[in-house]
């Protein structure tokens, strides 16, 4: 009986999870103001680039590597990736800081650069559960690649 009840919460859950992963990929925004969006996705670089650096820091031995810090860092970035694209809206007078206007002209390429990054980092994931450092390496590169990518594209220097 209670492997039964077990299974189908089992069930229940995976069922779930798939409906919402096949579901739209990001919901429809709820800030209050314009100005909210903005700091939601500077927050959210800003979080992704202190558990990026860190795994940076490992790399370069500025401080002890750490195997298990590292998938921590990489999962965190790779969560934290699918979260900026949300703030990126236009509203009339919003300062949109450091962001380029041509990301509302070429809103797909900059969107497609967006997915490069988190699929990168879902690999760096990837690569930080092999537990080898140089598959490590050549994963944090690629990733960081992506950041560079966009912001030589879409964002002031
Ligand atoms: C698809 C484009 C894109 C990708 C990919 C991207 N960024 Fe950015 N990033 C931007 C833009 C545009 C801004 C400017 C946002 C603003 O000023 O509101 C920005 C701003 C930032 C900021 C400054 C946040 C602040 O508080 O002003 C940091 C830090 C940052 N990005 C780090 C990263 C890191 C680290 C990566 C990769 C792991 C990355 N970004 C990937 C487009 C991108």
Redesign the pocket.
Known sequence: MKNKITLSLLAFFTCTTLAINAAETTPSNNFKKPESA?KY???A??L???N??DIGAMLKGKKPYNPASVIIRAEN?AA??KL??E??IQAEGLD?????DK?WTEKAQ????????QK??NLLVVAAKSGDKKTVQKAFME??K??????D????D
Do not use: W
């Open positions: 903005v996705r500077q927050s670089f800003s992704m680039a202190y990026f650096g970035v934290l990736s900026p694209l703030g990126f949109q800081r450091d962001a380029l990301i900059f969107n497609e650069k967006m997915q490069t990054l990168s980092a990733t960081g992506s950041c560079k990518s966009c912001h594209d879409y964002k002031k």
